[in-house]
Every structure is written in structure tokens, then in C-alpha cells.
């Protein structure tokens, strides 16, 4: 969990309702990844931003997927409107410039009902 | 489309053996990989990183990357039963272009 703060660690919410994800890499970075793992799909990347910049985001699942980086220190996922399907573990994780190795946050369990 | 394979386990060894876990990568442009060990729960953690052909050595870990083949292996000596974690291959080009993660292998060591 080296360095990342995700919030909150567990989210119940029922199919319809919006959900807000929340990352705040607290150690120095240049890139920032959003993550969804599932039993069947494994580890996917959803998008990821260089320098609060979004650089692909082909990994989003559709337009009910939203993501943002207003900082260094900050970047939300957000579902609207949540279905059961979205049910995942979502982790942030960081990188720097000078090295590809990603340090991960400790993950967001949603569940939708 | 870029693939890492990995058999999904469970890999069972006794405490005290070698575990060995493969990978295969299908992205022949592929420059860096990783094995990151994740418990039950918890957010995948790095243990190993490997660049060039050969082996890499740390601790009871040793990485073992055959391009040629497309091919990584990672090997833990005298395993533990700490050790019992899914294992997540992950491979990558250069310049912080986003990881390729194979689904895990599942490691159960038994005392």
C-alpha cells in the first residue's frame, strides 16, 4: 500500500445509485492508474493519467465510467448509474517517471446490490 | 491483443520446497516484468523485477526471463507457508506504458 490512500476501503450501495471512488497518492509520481479485479477478468486497467493528464482510457467499461485528476494528489472514479456487474475491487496505484513498477493502493471492495 | 498467461493453481508444494510459477507473454516488444504476490484481501505487492535475459536473484526469490521464448518463471526456495498467495505475472513495453497482468497463480505452501 506503499504511498496511496484510497477511500472508502469498502462500499454496499444498491443498482442505480452513483458511486465515488477516491485516490490520494501521497508519495511523488508521475503516473497514476485506475484498476478493476475480478475473479473471472482478473486484473484490467480502466485508464491512467501522466501529470494529472488522462492518456488512454480505452480500458473504461462505458460511458457510465467517469475519471478525474484536478491534482498530484488527487483523482475519482466514478459510476453513475451503478450496476451489479460493476461489483470489483477497484485499486489505484502510482509509478514514477524514472521506473515502470506500479505500487498499489489497497483497494475499494464495491459491491452493488 | 497483448496476453500474459499464467495457470491459475492451485499450486500446492510442502514447506521447504521450490515453487515454481511460469508465465507466458504474447507482446514480443515487451521490456519489463514483474511478479507481484497478492494475500487474500490485499492489494497486489511487488517482489520481483526482471529487464534483462537471465536470472535475478533476491532472497529465497529468483526471476528467470527467456524473450526468446516469450517466457518468465519466478522460483521461491525453501517456501514457507507464508508464501501461500496468488502470484500475478505483469508485463510491460517501456516509458510507464500501462502493465499486462495475467489472472494469477494461486500458491498454497503446506507445513
Known amino acids: 500500500d506503499a504511498g496511496v490512500i484510497q477511500s472508502p476501503r469498502h462500499e454496499v450501495t444498491e443498482m442505480g445509485q452513483e458511486v465515488t471512488l477516491r485516490c490520494k497518492p501521497i508519495?511523488?509520481?508521475?503516473?497514476l492508474f485506475w484498476y478493476r479485479q475480478t475473479m473471472m477478468r482478473g486484473l484490467e486497467l480502466l485508464i491512467y493519467?501522466?501529470?494529472?493528464?488522462?492518456?488512454?482510457d480505452s480500458g473504461m467499461p462505458e460511458d457510465r465510467f467517469s475519471a478525474k485528476m484536478p491534482n498530484a494528489s488527487f483523482s475519482t472514479l466514478k459510476i453513475q448509474p451503478s450496476e451489479p456487474r460493476d461489483s470489483a475491487v477497484y485499486f489505484c496505484?502510482?509509478?514514477?517517471?524514472?521506473?515502470?513498477?506500479?505500487?498499489f493502493g489497497p483497494g475499494t471492495r464495491l459491491t452493488v446490490l | 491483443q497483448k496476453e500474459v498467461e499464467q495457470n491459475s493453481g492451485p499450486l500446492s508444494v510442502p514447506e521447504g520446497a521450490i515453487a515454481s510459477l511460469n508465465c507466458t507473454y504474447s507482446?514480443?516488444?515487451?521490456?519489463?516484468f514483474f511478479w507481484y504476490r497478492q494475500y487474500s484481501g490485499k492489494s497486489p505487492e511487488l517482489i520481483m523485477s526482471?529487464?534483462?535475459?537471465g536470472d535475478k536473484e533476491d532472497g529465497r526469490f529468483t526471476a528467470q526471463l527467456n524473450k526468446a521464448s516469450q517466457y518468465v518463471s519466478l522460483l521461491i526456495r525453501d517456501s514457507q507457508p507464508s508464501d501461500s498467495a496468488t502470484y500475478l505475472c505483469?508485463?510491460?513495453?517501456?516509458?510507464?506504458?500501462?502493465?499486462?497482468f495475467g489472472k494469477g497463480t494461486r500458491l498454497s505452501v503446506i507445513a
Open positions: 496505484a502510482i509509478a514514477t517517471g524514472s521506473t515502470d513498477t506500479q505500487y
Open positions: 507482446d514480443r516488444g515487451s521490456q519489463s
Open positions: 526482471i529487464y534483462s535475459n
Open positions: 508519495s511523488g509520481h508521475d503516473y
Open positions: 493519467f501522466n501529470n494529472n493528464v488522462p492518456i488512454d
Open positions: 505483469a508485463v510491460g513495453r517501456s516509458g510507464n506504458t500501462p502493465l499486462v
